[in-house]
């Protein structure tokens, strides 16, 4: 890299990375201000070279040959998605000493920690603000402006497409297939939203944020993940009428030796900051032992908003590269371990469809007593008959005082056994 010329390769021009090369190209002398080098985009790596896209650069660049404009780059920004090439082109440009730019979270919650071994080894800059909550920057602050505090917790949105699903079924009452259909015709979710709902995207989005939280290696197998395709629209209204919001939320905080690191549906007061996140935003909450509680919050996703994430990553080691700065170094010096969600202490709301008879109650609350589980709270949500059992049945919804998820778990367990008991309906933590 000279110091008047900053060579950049793009890998992908989807609806990022055709945001990227709007900003490159617009922005051009203006970021040339910024770096202290003027950034100039040799070629734009894609599959097809016909595909419409969003923004449509020069023709020129446009390139089905990815490893040579790889080569001839100073700093390569990785939008491509997937674990394969891109783990492989990434290797391949940092083992040439050029610094990487990458919103890969997939790739990143499943082999951070070799690529960030690489970039070390080589002395090439790694990095990756877009790979979580889009254009809230939030590894950067747990990176550089927390490295003197002792972060105890992170928990946050990390989903937008889950969000704004949640966020329709508490404002209007509607089912789960209603706002999923309404999710994917605005585009928020694929035409397989599994990554969405069932928690995978959050938990990659977890794995990495608990390796900078915690100075450990993480990976996305780490993660303890539950999503939100069993949610009904009588869990959200229960939910309300006590006071709370149901959001998919990603925590991670330390587990005496460890750290527990989950994904999963919970119940947060709406007099707490994450209550009022809507629609389709992100929002990240942060504690730690000095600093105290810090929010981040934004759009978590878009064309624009992440190349806005992915651009900050370019400019600070572009400038840091002319000045002849060191690379950010590895900071997973501490080798914590997850833990199991066998000691997570919470509180959780239970749901139960059981007979409506004399004493079902009572035995209900025997078995949570039982297995050393306090109930905080029981109540009969409403009756109707039941097609396939005799006579009328109940759903209730108890909320138990705090208590390890073990426990819960052999008392749900024992609670299917009844001959009274239905079916359990639902097990949500409750937050806060």
């Known amino acids: 890299m000279t110091e008047s010329t900053i060579k950049v390769a793009l890998l992908g021009a989807g609806t990022v990375g055709s945001q990227v090369a709007r900003i490159l190209t617009e922005d ?89 071994t690489a970039a070390r080894q080589s002395g090439a800059q790694f990095s990756f603000e877009a790979a979580v909550a889009g254009a809230i920057p939030i590894l950067r602050p747990l990176r550089d402006s927390l490295a003197g505090d002792h972060i105890t917790r992170v928990l946050g949105i990390m989903n937008g497409t889950t969000n704004f699903m949640l966020d329709a079924m508490d404002a209007r009452g509607a089912d789960f297939d209603e706002v999923l259909a309404e999710a994917q015709r605005l585009g928020y979710a694929e035409a397989d939203p599994t990554a969405d709902v069932e928690g995978h995207d959050a938990a990659a989005k977890a794995a990495i944020v608990a390796s900078l939280a915690f100075h450990s290696e993480f990976h996305i197998d780490d993660v303890h993940c539950t999503g939100i395709s069993d949610i009904t629209a009588d869990d959200v ?130 078995v949570f007593a039982e297995h050393g589980v306090s109930i905080e709270t029981m109540h009969q949500a409403k009756h109707r008959e039941r097609e396939d059992t005799a006579g009328d049945h109940a759903t209730i919804r108890i909320v138990t005082h705090k208590t390890s998820n073990e426990d819960l778990r052999s008392t749900i367990a024992e609670l299917t056994s009844l001959p009274t008991v239905y079916n359990v309906t639902s097990v949500i933590q409750v937050e806060g």
């Open 28 to 116: 051009r002398d203006e970021l040339a201000q910024r770096i202290g080098g003027t950034p100039e985009l040799i070629g734009i790596a894609v599959r097809s070279v016909d595909t419409p896209r969003d923004y449509k650069a020069a023709d020129a660049l446009y390139t089905t040959d990815a490893e040579s404009l790889i080569d001839r780059a100073d700093v390569v920004i990785e939008l491509t998605g997937g674990l394969e090439p891109a783990k492989t082109r990434i290797l391949h440009a940092l083992a040439a000493v050029k610094h990487v730019v990458s919103g890969n979270k997939a790739l990143i919650a499943a082999h951070g920690a070799e690529l960030m």
């Open 237 to 366: 209204t229960a939910a309300a009428n006590d006071g709370y919001v149901i959001k998919l939320l990603s925590v991670c905080e330390r587990d005496g030796e460890g750290v527990n690191i989950r994904v999963n549906p919970a119940l947060i007061p709406r007099s707490h900051p994450l209550a009022s996140v809507h629609d389709a935003y992100n929002a990240v909450f942060v504690e730690s032992r000095d600093a105290g509680e810090l929010m981040f919050y934004g759009p978590g996703a878009g064309g624009a908003p992440t190349a806005s994430a992915v651009m900050g990553d370019f400019v600070s080691l572009a400038r840091r590269s002319v000045l002849g700065g060191p690379g950010v170094p590895d900071y997973s010096y501490l080798g914590l371990a997850a833990t199991s969600l066998s000691n997570v202490v919470s509180r959780y709301t239970v749901g139960l469809e059981v007979r409506d008879q004399l004493g079902v109650l009572a035995k209900i609350a025997n």
